[in-house]
């Protein structure tokens, strides 16, 4: 498709479901059928829910040549309150071979506020892997839990993602915990301007060279060195 696999735009569209999609891929998930854009684009629309906690609602948003799903708008309103749960995100339907997205898995801009991507349950995962960047976050205060970020869906073998697993470009109050952030060259990237509060708890984080990178981001006295991890031995290749 010339564009975006799934484009829900605008105020009124809220409270949809999109579950058991192939979005970007062929009908087995298995081969790469691109659309042109994202995969899935909620432009200025609020409440919706893309996948969901068991196989049959999980989407594949694969082998885009955008984004896997952006959420965002060019319209007056934000895009707000959206949850993003259980899919395959740049991987195969199997959840093990690289069906990498052109940009990043999952795109939060910066007039979104408030969305979640993942859960707090295991069944809430997404795995995000094999993308350029996993997720990349602006706005204000998004959730990012529990999802697998540069590795297969079992959590055994690395998929990186080619660039950062997850980025914090001036995202304010946004949290990043209980998330398995492996393979890729930086795990969490953060470039937050100074003030910006950012609290990242993700107690798995393992990345080819920087473990946390830090640009220009002043990072809370609460982020202990215990809360990412640091041993070159975890990585996972």
């Known amino acids: 498709i010339w564009g975006a696999g799934i484009h829900v735009i605008g105020t009124a569209a809220t409270g949809n ?11 087995t998930g298995i081969f790469a059928m691109p659309n042109q854009g994202d995969g899935v684009s909620l432009n200025g ?20 040549n955008g984004d896997g ?22 991987v195969d339907a199997d959840g093990d071979e ?12 910066s007039n979104a506020t408030g969305n979640v991507i993942g859960g707090d349950s295991p069944a809430s995962r997404n795995v995000i892997s094999g ?75 393992y990345s080819t060279s920087a473990r946390l990178l830090v640009e220009g981001a002043e990072i809370p006295d609460s982020l202990a060195a215990s809360t990412v991890q640091t041993g070159a031995a975890e990585q996972l290749e």
Do not use: M
């Open 69 to 90: 799903v952006f959420i965002g708008t060019n319209l007056a309103s934000g895009a707000n309150n959206n949850v993003v749960e259980g899919n395959y995100i740049g």
């Open 17 to 27: 479901v999109l579950q058991g999609n192939k979005i970007g891929t062929d009908p």
């Open 131 to 205: 993308n350029g960047t996993g997720v990349w976050l602006n706005g204000n205060g998004h959730v990012v839990e529990d999802n697998f970020i540069g590795i297969d869906y079992l959590g055994g073998r690395a998929i990186p993602n080619t660039e950062v697993g997850v980025r914090l470009e001036g995202c304010a109050l946004c949290s990043v915990q209980g998330n398995v952030i492996s393979g890729n060259p930086v795990g969490i990237l953060l470039t937050a301007g100074l003030g910006v509060a950012v609290a990242v708890q993700s107690p798995e984080v």
């Open 45 to 64: 629309a609020s409440g919706n829910f893309v996948g969901g906690t068991t196989a049959a609602a999980r989407n594949i948003i694969s082998a885009n």
């Open 98 to 109: 690289a069906l990498s997205n052109g940009a990043r898995g999952v795109h939060l801009d």
